[in-house]
């Protein structure tokens, strides 16, 4: 029997028995729905992580010069070693600045994290809290929708004024227009000159609750009480110019510290991709974890059809009967049944995998979690669809076709 | 028609390919069940030539063997022992996807309970050796549609069994058995589940049949029905028991003649 002909019979059967057809394709479709959602997810942070994290956490080409490493594991022992590195100060900061050639990198000192801001009448809010220098907000690449971000003279003025994020401006002045208004952080009074444009969140982590002072101002001894320095950002022009940005700084902070050719490095250089693996490594774990569960789902689809065709070869011997009389061989029998069970099997798998990208697009709508469907995924469910149809319907198919065509015949 | 001599001679010369005008040769068939340690003994021993347009009817009470030996002519049986050749070539040593092609091209099988798929349109269950036998779709509506135009049934053609009245399935079943244009029409009990007007409605289709040189075995425990065919082989307890011509059977068992 012709491939096609046992698709159409196959079909025929599916249309005639339709309630039944769906309960026996649920297992597949659900098992499907949930590995496409879950691989639709997973393969949406990645690619948000790739494009959109990477540049509004971490910023575009540009890696920092640290004390310690960050993302990292280290032993205690390794962090007793880190603790005697030297603390970075604004000199060290200078011998970054001025080992770079000006026209091309960025630099900017960085001290940030959460410090609580109020002003009179409103419960404090812990907003996080950054001071730096003016050229942070083109590394940033921060549009002022509001007013003005700080100048080169202010910081060196040590000017106690503000550029907030749009969530801080809304939450204290809310129908108000915010510049030239106070905010007080850790008790101290700012002037809010500028709002940033609203920058949106990342994995429901907003990136408007934020307020930048200049580096000089009060606000960056209540950040680094000591007065060194978090960390150096450095922007390269072009992903190319990142290695050779950091080979420059590392020879210029080795020569500045004194260090001998034998000596390890007494301070880090981090780039956006140490970050960014460090982030693959969590997306196989999630990938792994994520199509475990869906897998059993399969499992199960597969027992159900499996269940389902060797109901089916038992009412059916009658029709295998006839058919091997008028000269059916075993492969056409066995062809029948694999074909029925794998076109249910592919039916649940196609719909599931239409469930799974709603799904996605469901969750993606309702969570801050993204969601971009991979091609891939879809072509792996139908994979998936035919390969659980054939294995399930191996079975039923060969015992349906060994039955012998006279006691199939007499068969009520 | 041959004689009595004929017969005898291609049924007892074993190993030999029977010539070409020979459809049915089976010589020394025996068939045994194993029922539960109880050996049955079905067949034992039977030989039967049917020449090329022959009508026979093949008669005996139940437990005679008839059914047993219908099996065997029509390949969905092997014999224990013997020959049996069908259309010069011997089936009786085939495996099952062998006797499964055989099935397909010699056989035309009508059946007491017509074994039509229900879900299937009449069309559809016409189509279906030409199905097996690989015939392109569009040539096998071609030739189903002609052979339900035969039996008179070209008008209902798109309907399913339960909408059929049981003259018009066993017509459909006839007309799937004799698509593929196979060398013998076999029908077990045709008339068993109809009532008498038309089983004389199936038999003028099998007279015509007859007439028009398609060679037709019936098998059959009703003398009225084995009546109308041209010959009538009797089976008792696995053996031939009679093989007369119509007139002989007609006369012996003291019945008329059937007139369609």
Redesign the interface.
């Known amino acids: 029997?012709?491939f096609l002909?046992a698709v159409r019979l196959a079909l025929?059967?599916i249309r005639?028995q339709k309630l039944k057809s769906f309960f026996t394709l649920t297992g597949v479709m659900i098992g499907v729905m949930f590995l496409i959602a879950v691989v639709s997810i997973v393969e949406g942070m990645a690619d948000y992580v790739e494009n959109d994290f990477a540049v509004s956490i971490i910023g575009t080409n540009t890696f920092t010069v640290r004390r310690y490493p960050n993302f990292q594991d280290v032993s205690d022992e390794e962090w007793r070693r880190l603790q005697r590195r030297p603390r970075l100060y604004a000199p060290a900061a200078a011998v970054v600045r001025e080992a770079l050639p000006s026209a091309t990198y960025r630099t900017a000192m960085v001290n940030e994290s959460f410090l609580p801001a109020a002003v009179p009448g409103l419960r404090p809010r812990s907003v996080q809290a950054v001071a730096t220098e003016a050229s942070y907000f083109d590394i940033k690449d921060y549009e002022i929708a509001q007013g003005r971000a700080f100048n080169a003279q202010e910081v060196a003025l040590g000017a106690k004024v503000l550029v907030v994020g749009s969530e801080v401006a809304s939450y204290y002045y809310a129908g108000l227009d915010p510049i030239g208004r106070e905010l007080r952080v850790t008790g101290i009074p700012y002037t809010i000159i500028g709002v940033i444009e609203a920058q949106g969140s990342v994995f429901g982590f907003s990136l408007d609750r934020l307020a930048v002072a200049p580096i000089t101002s009060p606000l960056s001894r209540a950040l680094r009480p000591r007065g060194d320095v978090e960390e150096v950002v450095v922007q390269a022009p072009t992903r190319e110019a990142i290695l050779d940005g950091q080979e420059i700084v590392r020879g210029a902070l080795r020569a500045f510290r004194g260090l001998s050719p034998g000596e390890e490095d007494d301070f880090s250089i981090a780039s956006s991709d140490a970050a960014l693996s460090f982030l693959d490594e969590l997306k196989g774990k999630l990938v792994l974890f994520g199509t475990a569960l869906p897998a059993i789902g399969l499992i199960v689809g597969a027992l159900v059809i499996m269940n389902i065709m060797l109901v089916a070869v038992a009412e059916r011997t009658?029709?295998i009967?006839?058919?091997?009389?008028?000269?059916?061989?075993?492969?056409?029998i066995i062809a029948q049944f694999l074909v029925e069970a794998s076109t249910l099997s592919i039916l649940g798998a196609m719909i599931g995998a239409g469930l799974g990208i709603g799904l996605a697009q469901l969750i993606a709508a309702v969570t801050p979690l993204p969601a971009s469907v991979a091609p891939w995924s879809l072509v792996a469910a139908l994979v998936v669809g035919a390969g659980v149809g054939i294995t399930a319907g191996i079975y039923p198919a060969s015992r349906a076709a060994r039955l012998d065509?006279?006691t199939a015949?007499r068969q009520e | 028609m041959s004689t009595a001599a004929e017969r005898e001679a291609v049924t007892s010369a074993v190993g030999a390919a029977p010539d070409r005008d020979w459809v049915i040769v089976t010589r020394g068939i025996k068939r045994e069940y194993d029922m539960g340690g109880e050996i049955i003994r079905a067949l034992r021993g039977v030989d039967i030539a049917v020449k090329r347009n022959e009508y026979v009817a093949i008669m005996g009470p139940s437990g005679s063997g008839k059914s047993t030996l219908m099996?065997i002519v029509?390949c969905?049986?092997t014999p224990n022992a013997g020959e049996y050749w069908l259309n010069g070539q011997l089936v009786s040593a085939m495996q099952?996807?062998a006797l499964?092609?055989v099935?397909?091209?010699e056989i035309g099988?009508v059946?007491q309970t017509f074994?039509?798929?229900p879900?299937a349109t009449a069309l559809a269950n016409v189509e279906?050796?030409l199905?097996?036998?690989?015939v392109p779709a569009a040539e096998r509506k071609r030739r189903a549609t002609e052979a339900l135009e035969k039996v008179q049934l070209g008008q209902r053609m798109h309907h399913k069994p339960n909408e059929l009245s049981g003259g018009q399935r066993q017509r459909v079943a006839i007309a799937?058995a004799l698509v593929?244009d196979p060398s013998i029409l076999l029908a077990d009990e045709p008339t068993g589940n109809l009532d008498s007007q038309t089983s004389e409605e199936i038999m003028r289709v099998f007279e015509h049949l007859a007439n028009t040189g398609q060679t037709v075995i019936m098998v059959t425990h009703e003398p009225d029905i084995a009546a109308h065919a041209r010959r009538v082989v009797v089976l008792r307890d696995g053996t031939m028991a009679s093989d007369e011509t119509q007139a002989q059977f007609v006369a012996r068992l003291g019945i008329h003649a059937p007139q369609l």
């Open positions: 029997m012709p002909e025929q059967t005639v009658r029709e009967g006839i058919r091997k009389a008028l000269g059916a061989r075993r492969r056409d065509p006279i015949l | 099996n029509g969905l049986d099952d996807d499964a092609r099935r397909n091209k099988f059946f074994n039509l798929l879900r279906l050796p199905v097996y036998a690989g799937r593929n």
